[in-house]
């Protein structure tokens, strides 16, 4: 078994190993030989194999395993047909489904390897497949030999952080429109490499500095969050807000030298000069709004008119009015903007409607100064909601309209849109191709659009033309509830005016988009359509 410390695989103290791999390959050009690369971790295994493609003198043929893979050996013939590779490396062993069945298959088939392949064969392994090997494929393994690249402490401590950095960064990136779970923004096996690492360390008894504690406690908060293990996610969250809320200790705040002792380690460190990033107090903001999440989820489990339903609305908005009240402090009125929504949320399931009216307003101008074409519709569903409750019925139309109108425009310029004739009639004007747009509901003739002032042509998107850019590739519309929502509220304004038909054709459209994740916004929907088709006599519609 061949040993090596990896820190960075291309300085040359680091690439005995990657070059004793590289001969093994090529000395073995043309017979089979089988090995195993032993590697916990995704970042450092790219750098070794990136390094060894570079250093071998015979080409090496990559194959990735699949999920669904059930075969090794057959999986392989099928990717290689009848060529014989001067050397195949093998990735993803570790992501299949049933390992166990996989592993049984191929130490069955064993000597099929050798027949048929006259070539190095490499798979890339971790403490978990190595485990699994030993025991399911005990003389498929004794025939290879295993490649260990071991990382040092210092550089294990520096990959956790880094993961937990990234996803305290991302967080403030995406803000409240959109939460991505761990493994959409760390990938795939960070759970499984986190757990590696900690294992590592705890082997050399060494102690987790106290601010990486705290982002690992983040991270545990959010999956066990993801699991819908809401007490458990708490705890982790207010075990590192604490630690995030405390002043940083002077050691923590002085320039780091390249001596310095790591704490808990005993071990010199090279460590940046550079602050926390993201700031310690940005980083207690974000615990702040996850806590409140929390507190919405548990009020989701409550009827409306149990004590428990508006206590924990209550813990949610004070949690999340502390988190801008931080970004307020901290100067940072895009992070604001970003999440201050999450509030408006909890003000409408609360009732609020004159907090929310407020809160919308100063929102509105924060995304329009921030170009959040989303949140602007939002803002204004948000209006729309507080003028239905103050039977304000031409503002609720107004308002909904604005935000149809920007949320469909979103969807279309992303591809997301089914059909933009039934909901907005677009018209393009003017050089360099320009869009002008407008809204008038197919019933209105043009004759009659001037007695509406709502109508007029690019009112509904004034608040955008000039001054908000729709990025195709920014805030991705990942649900059609907001869709759905806005159309309801159109449709529950247009109801109060008269507008029957129009509502009815609002409604059966947001009908079409499905139950979505929202089926009390779903069920609301049809039971206001049912409602106007009983007023309109279609009641065969009302029954189907």
């Not at 393994?141 to 550089?155: C, G, K, L, R």
């Not at 992303?414 to 018209?427: F, I, M, N």
């Amino acid at each position: 078994m061949i040993k090596s410390p990896l820190l960075d695989p291309v300085a040359n103290h680091h690439r005995d190993t990657v070059e004793e791999l590289a001969w093994a390959i090529a000395a073995s050009e043309g017979q089979f030989l089988l090995m195993f690369a032993h590697c916990n971790y995704a970042k450092w295994r790219k750098r070794v194999v990136r390094r060894l493609h570079k250093i071998s003198s015979v080409p090496i043929r990559e194959v990735f395993l699949e999920p669904s893979a059930c075969t090794l050996y057959t999986t392989l013939r099928q990717e290689i047909g009848e060529e014989q590779p001067a050397a195949l490396m093998v990735f993803g062993l570790e992501s299949v489904t049933d390992l166990d069945e996989l592993l049984i298959a191929t130490n069955q088939v064993r000597e099929e390897f050798r027949k048929n392949f006259q070539f190095p064969l490499v798979l890339w392994i971790n403490d978990e497949v190595l485990c699994k090997l030993i025991r399911i494929t005990p003389d498929f393994h004794s025939w290879a030999t295993t490649v260990m690249f071991e990382i040092p402490t210092s550089s294990l401590i520096s990959n956790l952080q880094q993961k937990a950095n990234s996803l305290f960064s991302k967080v403030l990136e995406l803000g409240a429109s959109e939460i991505c779970p761990n493994d959409a923004i760390l990938g795939a096996g960070y759970s499984q490499e986190i757990k590696f690492a900690l294992r590592d360390l705890e082997s050399g008894n060494h102690e987790l500095p106290p601010q990486l504690l705290a982002s690992l406690n983040f991270v545990w908060g959010r999956e066990a969050y993801g699991l819908g293990k809401i007490d458990v996610a708490i705890t982790h969250y207010q075990k590192s807000l604490e630690f995030w809320q405390q002043e940083p200790r002077k050691q923590e705040s002085k320039p780091e030298n390249n001596g310095e002792i790591l704490p808990g380690l005993g071990l010199p460190t090279f460590r940046s000069r550079k602050p926390i990033t993201p700031p310690r107090r940005e980083r207690a903001a974000v615990l702040l709004f996850h806590l409140g999440l929390c507190y919405c989820d548990q009020a989701k489990q409550y009827r409306p008119g149990d004590p428990s339903y508006r206590e924990n609305w209550h813990k949610a908005k004070e949690y999340l009015e502390q988190c801008l009240v931080v970004f307020e402090q901290e100067q940072r009125p895009d992070l604001v903007a970003k999440f201050i929504n999450q509030v408006g949320e909890i003000l409408q399931s609360l009732e609020a409607w004159e907090d929310l009216e407020s809160l919308a307003k100063k929102s509105l101008a924060l995304h329009r100064t921030y170009s959040a074409p989303v949140q602007i519709a939002q803002d204004y569903g948000f209006l729309a909601t507080v003028a239905l409750h103050k039977s304000c019925w031409q503002e609720a139309y107004t308002n909904a309209l604005y935000a149809n109108v920007i949320i469909t425009k979103v969807t279309e310029e992303q591809g997301v849109a089914q059909d933009r004739e039934d909901l907005l009639a677009y018209r393009t004007e003017g050089r360099g191709g320009s869009k002008k747009l407008s809204y008038h509901p197919a019933s209105i003739q043009p004759q009659q659009q001037q007695q509406y002032p709502d109508y007029q042509e690019n009112s509904a998107l004034s608040c955008l033309n000039g001054v908000v850019k729709i990025d195709k590739d920014a805030e991705q519309i990942t649900n059609k509830s907001p869709v759905g929502r806005y159309l309801l509220l159109l449709a529950q304004a247009q109801q109060h005016l008269g507008q029957h038909s129009e509502a009815i054709s609002h409604l059966e459209r947001a009908r079409e988009l499905g139950i979505g994740d929202d089926p009390k916004l779903y069920l609301e929907i049809l039971e206001t359509l049912e409602t106007l088709y009983w007023q309109q006599k279609r009641y065969q519609a009302a029954f189907t």
